[in-house]
């Protein structure tokens, strides 16, 4: 049964349990939904209060003025029954369960109490996200659960069977360029499972690109077909929960998930096409990679190849790598090529473009380009980086900001919006995938984290594809060319 | 032949080739010095200027006014033969060499000169580090390279082949409350090696962990023996560049180093016992591990194994977690035991402790903590930590503030200082290894930078070993607890 339109977009919200309590899910939900710009109406309920956040609430979802598309309960779980049914009458057609304490909880009486609203709802013709779950987050509808989300439309759909692991990935995402389509938290997958929400998601116009995390699934045959029909029309990358036998064990008393085998999982996720990451950074990296990466140079290089230089097909793709000084530039070799990149040599043309303007540098100066050698020669690492793209012997590139180096100069400020500014120039024409570096905007010192997250912002602003480290850069570069 | 005292503890220091351009290293190294509190005279050298960085400039080495321990040359190299003319007329015992453009060329007069150098420093008496290096940092004397290096004093050494490498690391270091005792960064090592600083390292009182870049060694045997000998003292932790073909390559055109084979170099550097690392986050996360880490119960713990119930003497560490919600805390079970480490369940002692107070959560509640589901039981994550630190089950500690969470309530800011102090609290206590895990503060919004990074203050000033992600602690955690 297909997932109802109205669980992204309802035209009217009720918010069950929602409080007055401004460090309370029930506040933040009415608060989300209202300053995310939803348009329908939203019904705060709440037995005494008159109102919250600036809307008026209602004293039971029956007493609300219209029908209602959309519940989001955040009522204990013993109150839920009831819920339903009132439900029911204002032929509400799903409700998202923040409400837990079910099967979750390992114990006898929730695991029994869960089984019945299950059955209430289908009696009821409703639709359940959760149990267990934060609910859903939709940019053009303006659904949300928590006031901080980022509010950016993008192309970048998150499923999630942790709720806080949703927030995580759409904060720290925000930070490096995503900008998100629709995000789901669905807890213990009851009724609506993440292979439906794959499902809908591979129809979705507004999405691009999926990932997921997800600890256990009820039907691994469904969630397979649905995975494989997503990702054959865009890339998702998955992380999975429960990988080990703790893991294991933790997801299970988490969202009652079965955790399964690790190398059937592994194995599965390869097989529908899909990208499987083990940590969260990876998770990130990998959706940064396909939002932002271009590579339409692919085919162009491929002929070049068939006519000219070319080594055989099955040939690591080549990387080159602009930034950073000496010792840098020995680091990225080491690990780009550690990433299954191949790190070629200069290429004689463009050491010969460089002997007409620096002579001294031309046999000296290799990929990776070491930035501290070129001062004063006329040519920039982005200069150089520029060469790189139009030169057929690199399939994929790295510009290296060398945040460190810069921070150092009087003029530090200035200095990084030049570079930056250079770079997000070439990384807008780039044909190729180009990722860029620019470290961690993590200093303690004020005018460094400025600085940084300035040049940062830049980089985002151009939706271009932005690591911490050249490893990172590197191993997201590495699995996008796999694809 | 041992290396001078003067290198790190000069009476006198001569930059010679000094400048008022405040956007050069000749202008650097005096103001570096100067800020450093070095108290010894500083005599900038410059055939104009009258003063540089407010000190009274010479025209020559020669023209100083009294002998000289230390020169600092940032002079192009066709120079240097003429100034370790003058540096013997000073009694000069040491020359930092800056100045590069030497046999790192690959050009023959390049490396014929630096041959010339070599003999004409030997002739003299006169110890050379570099060419092509930053120099010495001392925490002590107060000298520098680089006015923006932290200045505290602390047990950490550092010595690199590369100079950017050795900025680089002072700063994430200090940001992750590293601080250091001598920085050395030495370039070609035409005469003073990487073996003579693990020498005078192993027996300097001041360091207590040595980490080291190195591209390459001029004698394998006598680095060998200088590793062993400091690393039966002191934790070394080691990055080795030029591991791959492309490295290696870039390694000769950095400092001229010979990176040698890849797998020779891990094996003796385990055999010498020193810690490998591949990445520089790994050599910061290792040095922290170090710098940080206690592990004051080992022997307790053997004890009450032998006691108890005790698994063999190989199995895994016991590692316990606290913090983040239900998906981090199934994300940490898998990323510890994918670092080698055991996540056991909670031991039942605990469970009656928490039966008495929150009977609901007593059987649901395990290890790796869900903190979301501790809300109201009377039971913080920290208070669970501390009753780990206490039990024989557990071996090493991670305890995860999860800050995506608090930065989401109206009390953000107090709430993340009250988190961070009860777990300072319970750091300064521990005598396991606990490793605290704090994200990056990398946020682009100001208010949460401001709170993240406050937060990391906290673990910083207490000198605890503080983490961005959990799967770093626990790879940190396992290696650490492997020596």
Known sequence: MPIPHEVFRPKSVAVAGA?????????????????????????????????????????????????????????????VL????????KNVRTIIMFTGRFSETGEADAIALEAKVMQAAADAGIRLVGPNCMGVFDSTSGLSFRPDLPRE??????????GNNSVELMLHGAARGLRFSKVVSYGNALDITEADFFEYLADDDETTVVGAYIEGTRDGRKLFAALRKCSERKPVVILKGGRTSSGSRTAASHTAALAGQRQIWSAALKQAGAVEVTTFDDLIDMLVAFAFLRNESRQQTADSRAGGRAPSPAAKPRVGVVGGGGGRAVQSADVCEEAGL??????????????AKAPQLADWVDNPVDQSI????????????????EHPDFDALIGNVGEDWVLGRPDAAERMVTLVDRFVEIGKKSQKPLAFVLGEADSLDESKWRAVAGGRQRFIDAQLAVYPTVDRAARSLARFLER
Do not use: H, W
């Open 82 to 89: 009831e819920l339903i049914e009132q439900c029911r009458t």
């Open 153 to 162: 439309k993008g192309g970048v759909a998150f499923i999630s069977q942790s």
């Open 19 to 79: 409080s007055s309590n401004v460090d309370s899910p029930g506040y933040d939900y009415v608060r989300a939904i209202k300053e995310g710009g939803f348009e329908g109406s939203i019904y705060p309920i709440n037995l005494k209060a008159p109102e919250i956040a600036g809307l008026t609430a209602y004293a039971s979802v029956a007493a609300a003025p219209t029908d209602i598309d959309l519940v989001i309960s955040c009522i204990p779980a013993d109150g």
């Open 342 to 355: 191949a790190v070629p040599k200069l290429p004689s043309e463009m050491r010969e473009a460089l002997r």
């Open 374 to 389: 070129l001062a004063g020669s006329g040519f920039s690492g982005a200069r150089i980086l520029d060469m790189m793209l």
